[in-house]
């Protein structure tokens, strides 16, 4: 039976949910002491915006670490209940959201600056992942794509910014992790960084962090999940999609390289990007990935990602 928020989030049960562990340790280890004091004042956050929306929560909460998700209902409405700490990133997301206005993610509903936000929730939910055949999985979020790349709408990160921090930093980060991978590489990736970041065409609002797993039915129509919005050229949303689920491309190597190859054949048919940034910018951020995965400790995937940046290198323009 559904409970108001009031009666679900009282006597400590939020605190001792393991998933709200999950995400307060994800959280604390992000954004340190500040996160914490959010943490400790997000049950009665939680109580205030569940009373003030007229909420009724329907299952308990679940996250994948950086954000705290919690099924609601509203007016017969099922809704999803998102809180994640407000960093800088926070009012860039919302900004986006308004501006996409639920063409090509989750409808907002409403929002709190203090860092929750109700959304749409996506149903069925079914994910392009996993689809059988890859080539219509992409034409079909090539058509997300669209109706996300949308134009600037002023107050978000340009891409040219993200990645001059990337550039001047990515040789130091992976000596830090032990230079796990050839620093050639890494040098590739950097001078590429910095020709391709102030060298962009047409500045489009884009999602930032693609993958065929967060393309996912929504009440009739496909729509993206978890944006990481910034501004800049379509190319770089794009190597997101070519460069997706790289454990899977080195199971069987020369059948990773042929579906590197699709993906490139279909992304540049589909999206009209210039073959050559889509290559680049799907090197470097594989590089820039790899290098993050070892700095969380995952040397293994960090290795994975980095070949499959090498695969990614070899494609012909």
């Not at 009666?7 to 001792?16: Q, V």
């Not at 919005?229 to 997706?244: H, K, T, Y």
């Not at 020369?254 to 992304?267: I, K, Q, S, W």
Request: negative net charge; proline residues 6%.
């Amino acid at each position: 039976m559904p409970t108001t928020p009031q009666d679900d989030l009282s006597d400590g049960d939020l605190e001792r949910s393991a998933s709200f562990q999950t995400f307060a340790a994800g959280s604390r280890a992000r954004f340190g002491d500040e996160a914490g004091r959010w943490l400790d004042a997000l049950p009665d956050l939680l109580r205030d915006v569940g009373a003030r929306w007229a909420l009724e929560l329907v299952e308990p909460g679940t996250s994948d670490g950086t954000r705290y998700l919690i099924d609601a209902a509203r007016a017969g409405e099922r809704v999803t209940l998102e809180a994640t700490y407000p960093d800088g990133w926070w009012p860039e997301t919302t900004r986006a959201f308004e501006t996409w206005k639920g063409e090509a993610t989750p409808r907002l509903l409403e929002h709190d600056a203090r860092g929750v936000r109700l959304l749409e929730r996506a149903e069925p939910g079914t994910s392009l992942r996993g689809e059988p055949d890859e080539r219509a999985s992409l034409v079909e979020a090539a058509e997300v794509c669209e109706r996300l790349w949308i134009p600037d709408p002023g107050g978000i990160t340009p891409v040219a910014t993200e990645v001059r921090d990337w550039a001047s930093t990515l040789e130091s980060r992976h000596i830090r992790v032990g230079r796990p991978f050839d620093r050639e590489l890494v040098r590739g990736a950097v001078d590429l960084l910095a020709t391709l970041g102030p060298t962009q065409g047409e500045r489009l609002l884009l999602h930032g962090d693609l993958r065929l797993r967060s393309m996912v039915l929504a009440n009739g129509r496909r729509v993206a999940l978890d944006p990481q919005p910034l501004v800049g050229e379509p190319a770089f949303d794009a190597a997101s999609l070519l460069r997706d689920a790289p454990e899977e491309l080195i199971v069987d190597v020369d059948g990773g390289r042929e579906r590197v190859r699709l993906r490139f054949e279909v992304l540049t048919e589909h999206l009209g990007c210039d073959p050559g940034r889509l290559r680049g910018w799907a090197f470097a951020t594989s590089i820039d990935h790899a290098v993050w995965c070892c700095e969380q400790g995952d040397q293994a995937l960090g290795a994975t990602v980095a070949e499959v940046a090498r695969m990614i290198r070899t494609l012909e323009v």
